[in-house]
T-cell receptor, first 118, second 114 residues
Framework: DVKVTQSSRYLVKRTGEKVFLECVQDMDHENMFWYRQDPGLGLRLIYFSYDVKMKEKGDIPEGYSVSREKKERFSLILESASTNQTSMYLC?????????????????FGEGSRLTVL | AQTVTQSQPEMSVQEAETVTLSCTYDTSESNYYLFWYKQPPSRQMILVIRQEAYKQQNATENRFSVNFQKAAKSFSLKISDSQLGDTAMYFCAFMKPGTYKYIFGTGTRLKVLA
């Protein structure tokens, strides 16, 4: 079974602190994602990485950066945490499927990291 | 830009009954994928079912089936013989092939009652 592991389930940080959220997948997937989940807003993509050292901004990249130095690991960094970044953060990886309709993939998610910024 | 709308924030169903979760989307694309993902309480989100837009036939996975109406841009999920383990948040999602930019709806929280 694919496993996506997020380093921390719960974090409490102070405003202005630097925060690292780590994610590791064990299925050699090329694609990895960081989403933010908020009630009533669903999942919003922060960043997407399609290869080592490669990244693309998602819908809400402001205030975040990412790092992918190894294929299996994708880190989300909050350079200076703010209270409006209190949220659930979900990491995912995806396979690449060559289907008749074009490339697609199934997302495999971690358990999530609930971050509270005080 | 594509959008995905789930108009039912919460639903409940009696065990063994059937329930349908609604999803509508907006796109100008003709080829795309639609998904339903399930997020059980305090557990990882998992894929329930995938539909390829070019296929006329509705996807089915055991007790889960979809009603895909391409012209109406509607993609509902039917859960038959509901079980307590179906209690979860359900998200509808859209993806244009090759982009891996999934667009998620806001979710429907389903509670199965004993």
């Amino acid at each position: 079974d694919v496993k996506v592991t997020q380093s921390s389930r719960y974090l409490v940080k102070r405003t202005g602190e630097k925060v690292f959220l780590e994610c590791v997948q064990d299925m050699d997937h090329e694609n990895m994602f960081w989403y933010r989940q908020d009630p009533g807003l669903g999942l919003r993509l922060i960043y997407f990485s399609y290869d080592v050292k490669m990244k693309e901004k998602g819908d809400i990249p402001e205030g975040y950066s990412v790092s992918r130095e190894k294929k299996e690991r994708f880190s989300l960094i909050l350079e200076s945490a703010s209270t409006n970044q209190t949220s659930m953060y979900l990491c995912a990886s995806s396979s690449i499927l060559q289907l008749a309709g074009g490339e697609a993939g199934e997302l495999f998610f971690g358990e999530g990291s609930r971050l509270t910024v005080l | 830009a594509q959008t995905v709308t789930q108009s039912q924030p919460e639903m409940s169903v009696q065990e063994a009954e059937t329930v349908t979760l609604s999803c509508t989307y907006d796109t100008s694309e003709s080829n795309y994928y639609l998904f339903w993902y399930k997020q059980p309480p305090s557990r990882q989100m998992i894929l329930v079912i995938r539909q390829e837009a070019y296929k006329q036939q509705n996807a089915t996975e055991n007790r889960f089936s979809v009603n895909f109406q391409k012209a109406a841009k509607s993609f509902s999920l039917k859960i038959s013989d509901s079980q307590l383990g179906d209690t979860a948040m359900y998200f509808c999602a859209f993806m244009k092939p090759g982009t891996y930019k999934y667009i998620f709806g806001t979710g429907t929280r389903l509670k199965v009652l004993a």
